[in-house]
């Protein structure tokens, strides 16, 4: 019996196999904007303006074999992204195969990185004091710069050092840093490390730590306790002992958890993110880093989910809470500079 199936495989190898040519769907011309939103995560305008700014990198060079138009294939990375479906499931919702879905999430999500990069920048200048001036006026914390934090993001089974990435929870995924500012932009990502590695460890290789360090940036950043406290990185009192301490805790929760609803936010919007990325560690980092120049790009040009306001206090499934057992990483000049900020702002 197995000869048999050994033989009808071989057999189905040698046949052609017909070419066949779908009637391609237009969902531009179908589709109202809210529509388009449920189902791509952008409305009209912003899908032709992601298509305008990677079609040179995707476009093939002639029509032969019937070749997937720019914009063709810009929907078919957005639906992938946004839904997180299995990409056969995207390929027959917009009518192409299998492996051409595939080439083309991989070519558009390429294409938006090396020409959006620049989306993801950490405030300097004039637009550090915006971002200063707007936590400020969240809970009355000084000179923030950013919140940071990590959120774990599920990925399929790695072939390569597969206990590395096994999370606290027993699965498998990516411990992604992510900074923000007050308007929900993610200003900073680190998406490369595998889920077993503690916060702290990714914040002390981050290029961003050496920046702090060399003194590049003047103004703070919020985390919780599982960073180490530094004099540029608040960490809250584990022990809180008088009223100013109070305080200090009190605004630092209050500005630091526009992290967490970052993370709920570009979740909800990419999908792929909330119920995980099923490919290698290294394509999924492709997939997080476009997702976040996207996110940045939507909140940009005011392209947002109209329910955003209802889900900023977002309970979500508890992945990116800090750990329990603090980390008690203390430097002296770090815990001279909160007492400071305590008692000359919460007093």
């Given at each position: 019996?197995?000869?048999?199936?050994?033989?009808?495989?071989?057999?189905?190898?040698?046949?052609?196999?017909?070419?066949?040519?779908?009637?391609?769907?237009?969902?531009l011309?179908?589709?109202?904007?809210?529509?388009?939103?449920?189902?791509?995560?952008?409305?009209?305008?912003?899908?032709?303006?992601?298509?305008?700014?990677?079609?040179?990198?995707?476009?093939?060079?002639?029509?032969?074999?019937?070749?997937?138009?720019?914009?063709?294939?810009?929907?078919?990375?957005?639906?992938?992204?946004?839904?997180?479906?299995?990409?056969?499931?995207v390929?027959?919702?917009?009518?192409?195969s299998?492996?051409?879905?595939?080439?083309c999430?991989?070519?558009?999500?390429?294409?938006?990185?090396?020409?959006?990069?620049?989306?993801?920048?950490?405030?300097?200048?004039?637009?550090?004091?915006r971002v200063?001036?707007?936590?400020?006026?969240?809970?009355?914390?000084?000179?923030?710069?950013?919140?940071?934090?990590?959120?774990?993001?599920?990925?399929a089974?790695?072939?390569?050092?597969?206990?590395?990435?096994?999370?606290r929870?027993g699965?498998?995924?990516?411990?992604?840093q992510?900074?923000?500012?007050?308007?929900?932009?993610?200003?900073?990502?680190?998406?490369?490390?595998p889920?077993?590695?503690?916060?702290s460890?990714?914040?002390?290789?981050?290029?961003?730590?050496?920046?702090?360090?060399?003194?590049?940036?003047?103004?703070?950043l919020?985390?919780?306790s599982?960073?180490?406290?530094?004099?540029?990185?608040?960490?809250?009192?584990?022990?809180?002992?008088?009223?100013?301490?109070?305080?200090?805790?009190?605004?630092?929760?209050?500005?630091?958890?526009?992290?967490?609803?970052t993370?709920?936010?570009?979740?909800r919007?990419?999908?792929?993110?909330?119920?995980?990325?099923?490919?290698?560690?290294?394509?999924?980092?492709?997939?997080?880093?476009?997702?976040?120049?996207?996110?940045?790009?939507?909140?940009?040009?005011?392209?947002?989910?109209?329910?955003?306001?209802?889900?900023l206090d977002?309970?979500?499934?508890?992945?990116d809470e800090?750990?329990?057992?603090?980390?008690?990483?203390?430097t002296?000049?770090?815990?001279?500079?909160?007492?400071?900020?305590?008692?000359?702002?919460?007093?």
């Amino acid at each position: 019996m197995a000869a048999v199936r050994r033989f009808r495989r071989l057999r189905r190898r040698q046949l052609p196999r017909p070419r066949v040519f779908y009637e391609r769907d237009d969902p531009l011309n179908r589709l109202e904007d809210d529509e388009l939103f449920e189902r791509f995560r952008f409305r009209r305008g912003s899908i032709l303006f992601i298509e305008e700014q990677v079609r040179e990198s995707i476009k093939s060079p002639t029509r032969r074999s019937c070749a997937i138009l720019p914009m063709v294939q810009v929907l078919i990375c957005l639906r992938f992204l946004a839904t997180g479906a299995f990409q056969l499931l995207v390929a027959d919702t917009l009518r192409v195969s299998r492996p051409t879905t595939f080439r083309c999430i991989r070519r558009v999500c390429s294409a938006i990185i090396r020409n959006l990069i620049h989306l993801i920048k950490f405030p300097v200048g004039e637009d550090a004091k915006r971002v200063m001036e707007g936590f400020r006026k969240i809970a009355g914390f000084p000179k923030v710069l950013g919140c940071v934090d990590g959120t774990q993001i599920k990925i399929a089974t790695p072939n390569k050092n597969e206990n590395d990435f096994v999370n606290r929870k027993g699965v498998h995924a990516l411990n992604v840093q992510m900074i923000c500012d007050p308007k929900f932009r993610i200003t900073s990502l680190c998406a490369n490390w595998p889920g077993s590695v503690h916060d702290s460890r990714i914040w002390r290789q981050c290029e961003l730590n050496n920046q702090f360090q060399n003194g590049i940036h003047n103004g703070l950043l919020l985390g919780d306790s599982g960073y180490p406290c530094l004099t540029y990185l608040m960490t809250p009192f584990l022990n809180p002992t008088n009223r100013h301490e109070e305080n200090f805790n009190t605004s630092l929760c209050r500005t630091r958890v526009l992290i967490e609803q970052t993370f709920g936010i570009l979740k909800r919007r990419f999908a792929l993110l909330h119920y995980g990325i099923r490919s290698s560690p290294q394509q999924a980092v492709i997939y997080i880093t476009a997702c976040v120049i996207l996110h940045n790009l939507g909140i940009g040009r005011g392209d947002v989910l109209v329910t955003d306001v209802d889900f900023l206090d977002l309970d979500y499934d508890g992945s990116d809470e800090a750990v329990a057992s603090y980390n008690r990483i203390i430097t002296l000049d770090g815990v001279k500079k909160r007492n400071e900020i305590a008692t000359k702002f919460f007093s």
